[in-house]
């Protein structure tokens, strides 16, 4: 089954601890996104990448990094610099680089910081 | 900076009740998607629009883009239990950003 997966689900650290979530997606897409989603709110564009080895800031991208070494894979860390990082952090991917196509999204991680 | 706004935030229906949720920007758009999050789950794509004035049709679902494509909206007819979770629409403005709105929370009571 072609898709998207995050891991893991859940996830506990405690606070100044960086911490790295894992994003992997087998649909051939070329670009892929990281969003954070806080309760009751809608989704914010941390940082977005259309490319292998090319990443671009959304609109939260303080205190995160990302790498895109691979086409399949897009791993977000939630450095110590990250003010309030407890939240719900979507990836997605979406077909082709130029225009922002449909976003499909994975199953997401939940991270709670002590 | 560039807002979509959604109304109303939340909203309880009662199954058999329809639904509408209204996105709003601030700015002309060129197509706008809907999504749609169960509750603990993630958001999956229901549609896009990209015509000015575009109606588009899913079953008991209706979706509208505005003439002048800063506005759509989204109604369900006769709301069932399966309908409950947030409903999302995102835009993609003149940058080529995808730009999600706030959300309207449907819950609806059998």
């Known amino acids: 089954d072609g898709g998207i997966t995050q891991s893991p689900k859940y996830l506990f650290r405690k606070e100044g601890q960086n911490v790295t979530l894992s994003c992997e997606q087998n649909l051939n897409h070329d670009a892929m996104y990281w969003y954070r989603q806080d309760p009751g709110q809608g989704l914010r564009l941390i940082y977005y990448?259309?490319?292998?080895?090319?990443?671009q800031k959304g609109d939260i991208a303080e205190g995160y990094s990302v790498s895109r070494e691979k086409k399949e894979s897009f791993p977000l860390t939630v450095t110590s610099a990250q003010k309030n990082p407890t939240a719900f952090y979507l990836c997605?991917?979406?077909?082709?680089?130029?225009?922002?196509?449909?976003?499909?999204f994975g199953p997401g991680t939940r991270l709670t910081v002590l | 900076g560039q807002q979509v706004m959604q109304i109303p935030q939340y909203q309880h229906v009662q199954e058999g009740e329809d639904f509408t949720t209204y996105c709003n920007s601030s700015?002309?758009?060129?197509?706008i998607q809907w999504y749609k999050q169960r509750p603990g789950g993630h958001p999956v794509f229901l549609i896009q629009?990209?015509?000015?004035?575009e109606v588009k049709k899913q079953k008991r679902l209706t979706f509208q883009f505005g003439e002048a494509k800063k506005n759509s909206s989204l109604h369900i007819t006769a709301t069932q239990t399966t309908d409950v979770g947030t409903y999302f629409c995102?835009?993609?403005?003149?940058?080529?950003?995808?730009?999600f709105g706030t959300g309207t929370l449907l819950a609806v009571q059998p």
């Open positions: 700015t002309t758009l060129s197509n």
């Open positions: 995102a835009g993609i403005d003149a940058t080529n950003k995808l730009i």
């Open positions: 629009l990209v015509k000015s004035g």
């Open positions: 990448s259309q490319i292998v080895n090319d990443f």
């Open positions: 997605a991917s979406s077909i082709g680089n130029r225009v922002v196509g449909t976003q499909y």
